[in-house]
């Protein structure tokens, strides 16, 4: 999907062997955008496969990325050890949400971000979900097994 607006919701049906491709800018000034692989299309789900949460400019959290799951609407445990912050103001970016057996692998343009373990089976993902300070060129599923 081309130019699509923000916030963004799209149905999906992961089977562990797709690549998810996002790619944007950041705007000026923004403080955080947020990529969730959740069951439901809601603003506030109860299961929460993967949020990946670029952070900014949020509280006293600046230039990280979180990553976490949710279940029954409670949050598990924070991951902040991403390998690299390659978001900037201003600056277009590609990001790939690789689905591997036990974890998803993040990359951002050549920088491989963040690796994270599976807390909440694949096939229970049926939303892709993209909020806050983003702008969106695509968005689009990639099949391995095209």
């Known amino acids: 999907m081309s130019k699509p607006t923000v916030p963004f919701h799209k149905s999906v ?47 006293s959290d600046k230039n990280i990325i979180v990553c976490n799951d949710r279940k029954g609407g409670k949050w598990g445990s924070e991951e902040r050890n991403a390998k690299a912050f390659p978001l900037a103001h201003g600056e277009k970016f590609k990001m790939k949400i690789q689905l591997h057996k036990d974890e998803y692998k993040i990359q951002i343009g050549e920088h491989d971000v963040k690796e994270f373990h ?29």
Do not use: Y
């Open 118 to 146: 599976h807390r909440m089976p694949v096939h229970d993902v049926d939303t892709l979900r993209i909020d806050g300070n983003v702008e969106l060129d695509e968005v689009k599923i990639e099949s391995i097994l095209n």
């Open 13 to 59: 049906s992961l089977k562990g062997i797709d690549n998810i491709v996002i790619k944007g800018k950041v705007p000026h000034g923004a403080q955080r955008f947020n990529v969730w692989l959740q069951r439901g299309s809601g603003s506030d789900p109860e299961h929460v496969a993967l949020v990946f949460d670029a952070r900014f400019n949020f509280g």
